[in-house]
């Protein structure tokens, strides 16, 4: 693992006044420019996050699009990873550290990770048909199985109500959704798997761990049933492939389609709202009751592929092909 001591450059952090006392507006200094007409331009606007500034970008550390990007858990930190096959770690707070750059764990571009829910490991699926767990405090890859016979395109977890075992699950070209045991003591043999017929394309678990939701290139997300390891059910209605799945903290599945975009639920509000990113550079944030739409985040220079939401906080986490990170504070949300 590269070990990184300060933030990459590129990182166009907007600063906002130190103060002693906080303040719910604090100035921000929009423009430096050596045009004398904007000099020292400044506007007051009402904070809601820990960030350093309302927008904060992280680059640098990609030569590639970047597949896939998430917050830990605790949303202190970040991972993203890209067609360069690295996987980036990042301090989500100030000063946005890139403290490790895993560039050898796979062989082929790193399409899709997800943190452990209970011990410091990542796991991530490569298109070189391998399911990696890397430790990150070492950096350290501590196991990896050739999971499938063809790209696996995505990975989710969950931990099972009864036991207390960490699953993933994992989907790929090969027309399967595997699942396995999560950490290190694992097994090297796929605890089910289901034969869906054509290639899969995206997965996610059901809240409480029961069922798996998978899109597949028939258009239709498929309904697994764990403890009967069959499928049960379809929900029909997309025209395209999903290529994103998600699980609201409600319970309610949601597909997302277009070419390798990944949409996300809002955590910090119990799910009432729901992002994806578009070709035309944005990130459009809904309202999931009203399906109005409430933000058309811009910034980044290429498709925005990725985005997630911070578990606790009004951030919402954004992964593009012109290789960078942004990281958007938006207002909260209403529980």
Known sequence: ?????????????????????????????????????????????????????????????????ILSCRFDPTGQNLAACSADRGISLWRTYPPNTNYGLLSTIHKAPTLDLQWSLVSPLIYSVSADHTLAFTDVTTGQRVRKLRAHREIINAVDRTITGGAGVELLATASDDGTVRVWEGGEESGKEPVA???????????????????????????????????????VSTL??????????AVSPNGAPAGFENTLLKGAWSKEDGGRRVAVGGADRTVTIWDVESAKILYKLPGHRGTVTAVDFHPKEPIVLTGSKDATLLLGEIEPGAL
């Open 193 to 231: 798997v289901f034969e869906l017929g054509c290639p899969v394309t995206s997965v996610a678990w059901s809240a409480d761990g029961a069922n798996i939701y998978a899109g597949a290139l028939d258009n239709e997300i498929h309904i697994l049933d764990l403890r009967k390891q069959e499928q």
């Open 1 to 65: 693992m590269s070990k990184r001591g300060a933030s990459p450059p590129g990182g166009a952090l907007m600063k906002r006044a130190r103060s002693s006392e906080p303040e719910a507006n604090q100035q921000i200094i929009i423009s430096t420019s050596n045009d004398e007409r904007q000099q020292g331009l400044i506007r007051s606007v009402k904070r809601t996050s820990s960030l350093d500034a309302p927008i904060v970008s992280l680059s640098g550390a990609h030569s590639a699009e």
């Open 236 to 245: 029909a209605g997309h025209t395209d492939t999903p290529t994103s799945l």
